[in-house]
């Protein structure tokens, strides 16, 4: 809910970041993880979320639960 208030760059950055997360998620639980990888996902749940209330203080409303990464 609240996509269709973005606008094309808004969307695309959002997704991108999403991704980010995902990938990262992905290869923290694999045997081979890259050392940091904790870190890394750290930063880029950071990134979204602080990007997702950047867009809510213009009104945007993303369904999103911040800090909602506990036991991800």
């Known amino acids: 809910m609240g996509n269709e208030q973005l606008s094309m760059f808004q969307a695309a950055q959002l997704k ?7 990938n990262l998620q992905d290869e923290k639980h694999k045997s081979d993880a ?4 904790e870190r890394e996902l750290w930063a880029a749940m950071e990134e979204l979320d602080d990007y997702v209330e950047a867009l809510k ?3 945007i409303v993303i369904e999103h639960r911040r800090k909602s990464w506990a036991g991800g």
Do not use: A, M, S, T
């Not at 991108?16 to 995902?22: E, F, I, M, R, S």
């Not at 890259?34 to 990888?37: A, D, H, K, L, V």
């Open 57 to 59: 203080e213009h009104g």
């Open 34 to 37: 890259r050392p940091g990888i």
């Open 16 to 22: 991108w970041l999403k991704g980010q997360v995902d």
